[in-house]
């Protein structure tokens, strides 16, 4: 079974400082990571994704996650929010369970990064 | 190339009628998936197809819910007899032939309204 735990239902920074959304995961197999985002009213755009290759892993808009197994977690980090980052992110894992190499995804429940100016 | 498509972009419908979703992936994309994205339940797996077939249907709810894909492209998702916590937003996915590092591209949604 597999599982995903955003830790913080709602993250509100101004603009202009660090970012860090929190996620915890729990895997039998070794996964791949995800994390992507939703602005109002659109689809849900991929920002990054970790599939056992180096373990910091850069994304798209100056986003970055590394994955640490020792700790489960794969927190989202970007080092100057922006106005146009207030969204709602997902932190999201696939395993490859036994040989079952189709990617069903499972979700957080997701995080709302409000910006400030 | 264009993205996932899905129609309609909302629905309405009255408790008790039929509706049809439909999803365009990618050209090309062998892997499609529906997950549905509610209030109370977040965002969770419906169904997946490799080319027509449905090798995990695990996620659909009901027998209310069933979903086909023909030639390979084109899917629907079909709800029978809608029910009040049927509302949400369903979202279609698709992927080139499925591995680990396979990425899935999500359509825009159809939002579902049932009164």
């Known amino acids: 079974a597999q599982s995903v735990t955003q830790l913080d239902s709602h993250v509100s920074v101004s603009e202009g400082t660090p970012v860090l959304l929190r996620c915890n995961y729990s895997?039998?197999?070794?996964?791949?990571l995800f994390w992507y985002v939703q602005h109002p009213n659109k689809g849900l755009q991929l920002l990054l994704k970790?599939?056992?290759?180096?373990?910091l892993v850069k994304g798209i808009n100056g986003f970055e996650a590394e994955f640490k197994k020792s700790e489960t977690s794969f927190h989202l980090t970007k080092p100057s929010a922006h106005m146009s980052d207030a969204a709602e992110y997902f932190c999201v894992v696939r395993t490859n369970a036994g040989g079952t190499s189709y990617g069903k995804l499972t979700f957080g429940q997701g995080t709302i990064l409000t910006v400030h100016p | 190339g264009a993205g996932v498509s899905q129609s309609p972009s909302n629905k309405v419908t009255e408790k008790g009628k039929d509706v049809e979703l439909r999803c365009d992936p990618i050209?090309?994309?062998?892997?499609l998936y529906w997950y549905r994205q509610s209030l109370g339940q977040g965002l969770e797996f419906l169904i997946y197809f490799q080319g027509n077939s449905a090798p995990d249907k695990s996620g659909l709810p009901s027998d209310r819910f069933s979903a086909e894909r023909t030639g390979g492209s084109v899917s629907t998702l079909t709800i029978q007899r809608t029910q009040q916590e049927d509302s949400a937003v369903y979202l279609c996915a698709s992927s080139l032939p499925d591995g680990m590092a396979a990425t899935q591209y999500f359509g825009p949604g159809t939002r579902l309204l049932v009164l």
């Open positions: 970790y599939t056992s290759a180096a373990t």
């Open positions: 895997s039998s197999y070794s996964p791949s």
């Open positions: 050209s090309g994309h062998t892997a």
